[in-house]
C-alpha cells in the first residue's frame, strides 16, 4: 500500500514558479509510474506528467511542455513538478499518483493511489 502526500502548493503570480512535492510512505517507488494529474473545479482530473518505472523519458501534457518539469528521488521516495511560467489557467488542485507499470501514464483511471491533492492558484 502507497501512501501519498503532497505539499508545496499556493498563490502565486502569472510568470512566477511553484515547486510540487508528493513523498511516498510504503513500498519503494521504484517499482511505480508516477504521475502528476490537475483538477479545476467543474472539470476533470487531467493528465500533468508521467514518469515511467523504468526511468525512461517523462512524458508531458501538450499545456505544460516546456514549462514544468517532473522528477523523482527513488532513495528519498520522492516525486517533483517544478512549474515555471504560470498561468491562470494553471490554476487546480494537484495530484501525485502511483500506477502499476506497463499501464499508460496519461490516464488517472489506470492509477492505484492518489494523494490529497494540493491546491496551485495562479493570479493576473
Known amino acids: 500500500q502507497v501512501q501519498l502526500i503532497e505539499s508545496g502548493g499556493g498563490l502565486v503570480q502569472a510568470g512566477g514558479s511553484l515547486r510540487l512535492l508528493c513523498a511516498a510512505s510504503g513500498p519503494t517507488l521504484r517499482n511505480y509510474n508516477m504521475g502528476w494529474f490537475r483538477q479545476a473545479p467543474g472539470k476533470e482530473r487531467e493528465f500533468v506528467a508521467g514518469?515511467?518505472?523504468?526511468?525512461?523519458?517523462?512524458s508531458y501534457a501538450d499545456s505544460v511542455k516546456g514549462r514544468f518539469t517532473a522528477s523523482r528521488d527513488i532513495g528519498k521516495n520522492m516525486v517533483y513538478l517544478q512549474m515555471n511560467s504560470l498561468i491562470p489557467e494553471d490554476t487546480a488542485v494537484y495530484y501525485c499518483?502511483?500506477?502499476?507499470?506497463?499501464?499508460?501514464?496519461?490516464?488517472?483511471?489506470?492509477?492505484?493511489?492518489w494523494g490529497q491533492g494540493t491546491q496551485v492558484t495562479v493570479s493576473s
Open positions: 499518483g502511483a500506477a502499476s507499470p506497463f499501464r499508460p501514464l496519461n490516464r488517472p483511471e489506470d492509477y492505484n493511489y
Open positions: 514518469m515511467p518505472w523504468t526511468g525512461s523519458t517523462t
